[in-house]
């Protein structure tokens, strides 16, 4: 993949300053793992606090936790969908239709439509935080092969 250059372009007098070019993609992967955890307890949180709210429970907190839940699952979800598709798992691809049928249907009309959606929204995104973790912990490299009667062993060798 050719690597795409700047040119500057000087006017008498200016003197550039030194440019050098890095590779972003290790620091960009370093940053980018510790939000996606972050983001992925947020969820947990807000999941657990949703099932942990009574049938009996107030519609308004009903329709705060359910809007947190769904903001959640959107991002939960546009990670699932940059997994491909045969990584994903039966896990993924399930959560994933759930989350449409979720989306397309919303809640029942019965009275405890609103806090039965909430919950379902919960389970679902419990799947999702879940999926994405072991598709993370799969996709990392380890560091070492531990080894019981001798040192351990670096990645890639014999």
Known sequence: MPREETQYEGKAGDSPAPTI???LSAAVLLLATPVEEHAEDEAERAAAAALAIPHT???VAVATITDRLLTRIAGLAVGIERIPVCRRG???VGAL????MLTANGPAADPLGNWSYMRELAHVTRDMVRVLREHRATEQPKAFVGRIDRPPLAPGTG
């Open 97 to 100: 239709a759930k989350w449409q």
């Open 90 to 92: 039966v896990s993924g």
């Open 21 to 23: 070019e890095t590779a």
């Open 57 to 59: 429970s107030r519609t």
